[in-house]
């Protein structure tokens, strides 16, 4: 066959194909904005960084949770100086009198709402001393039952995607080998990326392999989600003829 397989879909076919390419293109964007927004300054620097990841996952060993919020996605939900008094109290051994007489007020007025049992968020208590312990302690990353969580819903949810995206390109007309290629790349950076996810929670060395695997992952999306759409809409409407 001369013609590439775009020219074999009706006027309807297209359409859907082109739906379903733009939606997973807008949802991979508000995906990585999601990432920037969440973990952008985590080491308490702007800007999302190779360390902001190395300290998601393997945490900030010289710091509490607590602290890694406050300086990283929790920091505009409190005012600089009460950002400053709660480290200061974390570091001073986060006494009970110094809760009481300092750290308390400053949490029920800028945190409680959100971080208390009656909230139905699944995210740490904050109204007591001892709820406030639990994320005063060293703070070792996110949680292995929280990783296998999120992984999981990764692995089938980016999975089907890159199956439909796939399914669309391997109808443009491209060498065979470069197209098989282009299909295989996203699901052996899905791998690769969720893997090292584990890796990173071992050694913050990993964390450059996260940051480049989950690179190619989206470029070679966008790759074949553009040249489908082109070959779709904008190919020479001649090469059509056999």
Excluded at 121 to 143: C, F, H, M, N, R
Aim: proline share 3%; net charge neutral; glycine share 10%.
């Amino acid at each position: 066959m001369n013609a590439h397989g775009f020219c074999r879909c009706d006027l309807s076919e297209r359409l859907l194909y082109t739906a379903f390419l733009l939606l997973v293109g807008l949802g991979y964007l508000m995906a990585l904005g999601y990432l920037y927004t969440t973990y952008q300054g985590v080491d308490g620097k702007p800007g999302l960084s190779v360390e902001d990841i190395a300290d998601n996952y393997y945490g900030n060993r010289s710091g509490s949770r607590l602290e890694a919020a406050l300086r990283g996605p929790m920091a505009g939900n409190i005012q600089l100086e009460q950002r400053h008094q709660v480290m200061k109290w974390l570091r001073d051994g986060a006494t009970r009198s110094g809760y009481e007489s300092t750290i308390r007020p400053i949490l029920e007025k800028q945190c409680v709402v959100c971080h208390s049992p009656g909230s139905g968020l699944k995210i740490p208590d904050l109204t007591s001393y001892e709820s406030v312990q639990v994320v005063a302690d060293i703070d070792t990353g996110v949680s292995l039952s929280s990783l296998m969580r999120v992984s999981h819903i990764h692995l089938f949810g980016v999975g089907l995607v890159l199956l439909g995206v796939g399914m669309i390109f391997r109808r443009v007309s491209m060498v065979s080998w470069l197209k098989s290629t282009l299909i295989v790349i996203p699901f052996a950076a899905i791998f690769l990326d969720i893997l090292t996810w584990f890796l990173t929670k071992w050694d913050p060395i990993y964390a450059y392999v996260v940051a480049v695997s989950g690179g190619v992952l989206g470029l070679s999306l966008a790759t074949q989600i553009l040249v489908s759409l082109y070959q779709m809409w904008l190919f020479d409407r001649g090469q059509c003829e056999t």
